[in-house]
């Protein structure tokens, strides 16, 4: 069983890694405007909430 | 404040705030591996790499308590405000506390084999209790806290959905407790450090069950306002002048409203929402700086006659018109929307109740 939550854990976040990386660099504006001119250390710093959060993150890169 | 994103809006305060976390946090773990060397010599040695496991999981749950209380502390005195301002920054550095007590267990505990060392310590034999695995669903939840600490992730997330996610540190706190009790605990001879790990969340519950309980006197007890019945009344009298410092305000409740601040800022007067648009603060609990007013929790600023942030930021908060009659401060119940220009009141501060101006 905890062997289980590990693998799924681990998988999620490497997939969320491989979302993230293209996310902050290049659809970060479809989600917020704002985030236009924002600077290469916020981007590096919405690389682990990007990683966490990639399902909503898709979902509204989708609907947009 | 909402500009165009950086990854710190650094100032003076977050520095020093900063500096006194690492200073503290380093200070800390130094010491506590010394005493470890000193009070345990030979033969009941304790090895350095254990003395480091411990030392930053006691530093990290330190850290957790401090950040729970400070909440709580805010709404009881005033001098607990400048540690909530900056309580994100302690929030992630104490995820990469307890990040660095989990890397160091695993790699002293689960690298030295042919298993993968993250199942090798998260195992737990059958019939024992699984508190790595407890240690390990808290870090799963502080991770996407940290994560989500900033205010892009706020407007992107919402914040209901933000709020709920960051009310999850309750239920890693008590994974924490659990991590603890079954496992450090279980083969510690002293009872100090479980009256202490008692002590600490006995604390955290009573600040948290008092501050409650305070607010809801204050919005159910405290006999609010009324309007006139024939709801006629375009003004309603809230409290005297003198009730209100310079570069403080007055909250007041009126009946049907959100509680409104009342500020004084060079001898005039303004009337705001009292909730903050970036994460609901007290603004009445905080203090016109530069001509502003700040929000005690993270600093969010406004101007007190419009309610709208000053340029370039973009946050409005709703403002209410205000009058003074003598000595009395009158309202009128329906707030403007956020924004609006509402010219502030001046009055003379000398002038007594009943001498003609």
Redesign the interface.
């Known amino acids: 069983m905890?062997?289980f939550?590990?693998y799924v854990?681990g998988i999620y976040l490497a997939i969320g890694l491989v979302f993230a990386f293209p996310f902050v660099f290049s659809w970060l504006n479809r989600?917020?405007p704002?985030?236009?001119?924002?600077?290469l250390?916020?981007r590096?710093?919405?690389i682990?909430?990007a990683?966490?959060?990639w399902p909503?993150?898709l979902i509204?890169i989708y609907h947009k | 404040m909402s500009d165009a994103y950086r990854a710190v809006q650094w100032n003076a305060h977050k520095r020093i705030y900063d500096l006194v976390t690492a200073l503290s946090v380093t200070g800390f773990i130094a010491l506590f591996v010394l005493f470890g060397r000193v009070f345990f010599p030979p033969p009941e040695n304790v090895s350095l790499p254990i003395l480091l496991i411990r030392a930053f999981g006691v530093c990290a749950i330190l850290m957790l308590h401090i950040i729970l209380i400070i909440g709580p502390l805010a709404r009881i005195t005033p001098l607990a405000a400048p540690l909530l301002y900056n309580r994100r920054h302690l929030g992630v550095s104490f995820f990469v506390v307890a990040l660095l007590h989990a890397f160091l267990a695993l790699g002293f505990y689960g690298g030295f084999g042919t298993e993968n060392p993250v199942l090798a310590v998260l195992d737990a034999p059958p019939g024992s209790v699984p508190f790595e695995f407890f240690g390990f669903l808290a870090l799963l939840i502080f991770a996407m806290m940290a994560a989500t600490s900033h205010d892009f992730w706020l407007a992107t997330l919402g914040d209901a959905w933000w709020k709920a996610l960051h009310m999850l540190v309750y239920i890693a706190y008590t994974l924490v407790v659990a991590h603890v009790l079954f496992g450090a605990l279980q083969s510690e001879p002293n009872l100090i450090p479980a009256l202490m790990l008692l002590l600490g969340a006995a604390t955290v519950l009573s600040l948290h069950l008092w501050t409650g309980a305070r607010e809801v006197m204050f919005d159910f007890n405290r006999n609010p306002l009324q309007l006139e019945e024939d709801n006629n009344a375009e003004w309603v009298d809230v409290c005297s002048v003198d009730e209100i410092q310079e570069s403080r305000a007055k909250v007041v409740q009126i009946e049907g409203q959100d509680r409104i601040a009342i500020f004084r800022n060079d001898n005039s007067l303004s009337a705001v929402t009292n909730v903050c648009a970036h994460q609901g603060g007290p603004l009445g609990e905080g203090k016109i700086i530069d001509g502003c007013i700040t929000c005690p929790w993270h600093g969010y600023q406004y101007q007190p006659d419009s309610g709208a942030s000053p340029p370039p930021y973009t946050e409005k908060i709703s403002t209410y018109e205000i009058r003074v009659e003598g000595r009395r401060v009158l309202i009128r119940p329906e707030p403007h929307p956020p924004g609006t220009h509402v010219e502030p009141v001046p009055f003379d501060p000398w002038l007594n109740e009943g001498d003609s101006e």
Not at chain 1, 34 to 39: G, R
């Open positions: 905890i062997a939550v590990v854990v989600i917020n704002m985030t236009q001119h924002a600077t250390p916020f590096v710093l919405c682990p909430g990683a966490i959060l909503y993150l509204r």
